[in-house]
């Protein structure tokens, strides 16, 4: 079983607050991501890590930002939120064999008043 | 370039019956993974059955199969026997280097 962990689940706040969403993971993956996605709609990725201290932007411009300092942690952070930020954000993360899928937390779910 | 193609936005089974969700894909590698998901309305994403590139035979776990069709380039989903659970969005995927997703199906199961 998968174990990658995402918080919080749900968040609601007020416009501008400075937001960071967590992801880690146990399974030792060196590849992470970053999508957003809106309800019933398809996944774009908005960022992804290699390994600690390599970080991407994915093809999704974000004004979102992560960092990786950590093999199993990756975090996501939005400095000043703003209702068009308002999506579902799934963190995932994969070995680097191309048969292995890419694992999901379970998403959190953000509204930004 | 790697490309997903999923054309069905909605489909509509009955309750028991099989139904097949379309995947098509396009990469000019040789060696390539196939994924399909489910996404529930809780809207995590659960990872259902995969096929290699180079696997001669199609794909099964348990309800679910996969229909690869290498020279047309399709990998669709079969669910066997659909139950009310089974409404869901699904995602198909191919991996070369990273994961490319189709833009998705949303199956609806009618009792």
């Known amino acids: 079983e998968a174990d990658i962990y995402q918080t919080p689940r749900y968040l609601v706040i007020g416009t501008g607050k400075k937001i960071t969403l967590e992801c880690s993971q146990t399974m030792g993956h060196d590849k992470m991501y970053w999508y957003q996605q809106d309800p019933g709609m398809e996944l774009h990725l908005i960022h992804y890590s290699y390994g600690v201290n390599s970080t991407e932007k994915g093809d999704l411009s974000s004004e979102s930002t992560v960092s990786r300092i950590r093999t199993e942690h990756f975090p996501l952070t939005l400095e000043s939120a703003r209702p068009s930020h308002t999506s579902q954000y799934l963190c995932?993360?994969?070995?680097?064999?191309?048969?292995?899928?890419?694992?999901f937390g379970d998403g959190t779910r953000l509204s930004i008043l | 370039a790697q490309k997903i193609t999923q054309t069905q936005p909605g489909m509509f089974v009955q309750e028991k019956e099989a139904v097949t969700l379309d995947c098509t894909y396009d990469?000019?590698?040789?060696?390539?993974?196939l994924f399909w998901y489910k996404q529930p309305s809780s809207g995590e994403m659960i990872f259902l059955i995969y096929?290699?590139?180079?696997?001669?035979q199609n794909a099964t776990e348990g309800r679910y199969s996969l229909n690869f069709q290498k020279a047309r380039k399709s990998a669709n989903l079969v669910i066997s026997a659909s139950q009310l659970g089974d409404s869901a969005m699904y995602f198909c995927a191919m991996r070369v280097n990273d994961m490319r997703f189709g833009a998705g199906t949303r199956l609806t199961v009618k009792p």
């Open positions: 990469t000019s590698d040789p060696s390539y993974g």
């Open positions: 995932a993360s994969s070995g680097s064999v191309r048969n292995q899928p890419q694992h």
């Open positions: 096929q290699g590139s180079y696997d001669q």
